[in-house]
């Protein structure tokens, strides 16, 4: 089995966990990132992300000289006696504010890669794009490439969860490769040879509407159940129970039917709007999608309309977050459901605690969190609040101590937005306990 030369651009959520399993699985790594600071963190053997497991693979692959960093795709590309077969592209493809991908930063990659072309290279592209990117990756590649030096482009979407990455990563339920020539077929099969799980071999178009597909269905499944979480709420059923009889069809299965505050993250809300603004450009309007993007936006504003309803006026009240990541087992606050509520809360003039287990030293140093006084802990978190807001389902919060809650709190109003807690205990310790599609 071949030991592969790997550079891996952008060495973020994705890149670093890529760079790092691939390292593992015995491939020879080079990460790559632009942010100085990253770079710094991660030269100095430290994970700038938290994401469990990855800390120690990653100091396992550094030790055994697997795993190194350069500042620039020159340097990941080439070094003493080194020359990359295969590298990444695995940056950043934000939203711009009329829903498309910004691919700027793919697109100097593209060219970075092109510039220092010396051998059959292959450029795969890992980060979450539109169909045919992988078409103006080539594109922008011949264009520079003036010596015509060999170079393919594969397109091998990522389908890994912040919280369970590492997992994902060396255990995914299938790898998807989008290949233009048998040739790179075979240096990527070869790539995960190790890696146990089905491949699938696709044209470069198909694997990335792969992606863009599976999230916007599994985002599509996460609406669904919260719009019938509202008719629940409309006429006094459980939606948990409703889910619950939904989910042992084996055809639904019980995945992505928990109804809640809505998804958030680096992934969901952006791709949706990228896989609807790229249908719309080809002249389709996949309106479903638009759909279940309003459905979301409604579901955050559930902790505002339940708050308004329980405590009338909202300026100068006390409301208390656990939770700020948009999911746990992480620490990203891209496009969390908590930034959302606290902006709707700061422009009620509301006062604002939270807390986080892992998430508050991003939250702190968040210009979209100003305001909010950060607490050590749920209960410090509770005192003096007049309503308690549970955004995200942390284990930490799962078992707490409500009898010593309910003493620190002003008022014991108990938003549960991600249907964690008994409803019944809640409510015989005295509290106002409202979940999402529960009576
Ligand atoms: N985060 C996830 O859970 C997840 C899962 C699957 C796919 N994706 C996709 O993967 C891609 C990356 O996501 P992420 O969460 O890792 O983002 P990220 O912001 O954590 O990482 C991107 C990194 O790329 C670096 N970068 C940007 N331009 C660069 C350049 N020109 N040269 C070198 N480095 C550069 C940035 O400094 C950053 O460290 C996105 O397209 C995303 O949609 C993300």
């Known amino acids: 089995m071949g030991q592969l030369s790997v550079c891996v651009v952008g060495s973020g959520y994705v890149g670093l966990v890529t760079g790092t399993c691939l390292a593992e699985l015995g491939h020879h790594v080079v990460c790559v990132d632009s ?20 800390p120690e693979l990653f100091k396992k692959n550094v030790k055994a000289g697997r795993l190194r960093f350069a500042p620039s795709v020159k340097d990941g590309m080439e070094g003493k006696g080194w020359r990359a077969q295969l590298v990444f592209i695995a940056v950043g493809t934000p939203p711009r504010p009329d829903g498309s991908a910004d691919l700027s930063a793919v697109e100097k990659v593209a060219e970075e890669v092109a510039r220092n072309l010396k051998d059959y290279t292959i450029l795969i592209d890992k980060s979450t794009v ?17 010596k015509h030096v060999p170079c393919d482009v594969v397109s091998n979407p990522e389908f890994l969860s912040e919280g369970s990455a590492v997992q994902d990563f060396l255990k995914p339920d299938r790898i998807v490769l989008g290949v233009s020539s048998a040739r790179a077929e075979k240096v990527m099969r070869e790539l995960y040879a190790k890696v146990e799980a089905p491949v699938l071999v696709t ?15 599994l985002a599509t499944k996460i609406s669904y159940i919260n719009a019938v979480a509202s008719l629940c709420e409309k006429v006094g059923a459980d939606v948990a129970q409703v889910a619950h009889g939904m989910g042992l069809d084996r055809r639904i299965g019980p995945m992505f039917l928990r109804a809640g505050i809505g998804f ?29 993007k309003e459905i979301n936006e409604q579901q955050k504003a559930w902790v505002i309309r339940r708050i308004e309803e329980n405590l009338w006026n909202l300026e100068g009240k006390t409301v208390a977050l656990l939770g ?21 809360l700061h422009e009620r003039r509301v006062r604002i605690r939270a807390t986080d287990p892992v998430a508050m ?19 410090a978190c509770a005192k003096g609040a007049d309503a308690l807001v549970l955004v995200t389902e942390w284990p ?9 809650v309910s003493k620190l709190m002003r008022n014991p109003l108990v938003l549960d937005g991600r249907n964690l807690y008994d409803p019944q205990k809640l409510r015989r310790l005295g509290f106002t306990y409202r979940g999402v599609g529960r009576p």
């Open 396 to 404: 930490q919060y799962k078992d707490l101590d409500f009898k010593r």
């Open 264 to 292: 958030g993250g680096f992934c969901f809300p952006k791709d949706l709007e990228a896989f609807h603004w790229i249908a719309k450009q080809k002249g389709f309007d996949f309106h479903l999608l638009k759909a279940v």
């Open 361 to 379: 030293a991003r939250a702190k140093a968040s210009s979209e969190l100003k305001g909010v006084v950060f607490c050590k802990d749920a209960y």
């Open 35 to 54: 942010d100085a600071k990253k770079l710094a963190s991660l030269k100095a053997g430290k994970v700038p992300i938290y994401e469990p497991g990855l």
């Open 130 to 146: 539109p169909v045919e990117t992988g078409e103006w990756v080539a594109k922008t590649v011949s264009r520079i490439n003036k």
């Open 203 to 217: 044209d470069v178009k198909s694997a990335e509407l792969i992606k863009h597909a599976s999230n916007s269905f």
């Open 324 to 344: 700020l990541a948009f999911k746990p087992h992480t620490d990203d606050l891209r496009f969390a459901p908590a930034v959302d509520i606290v902006r709707m």
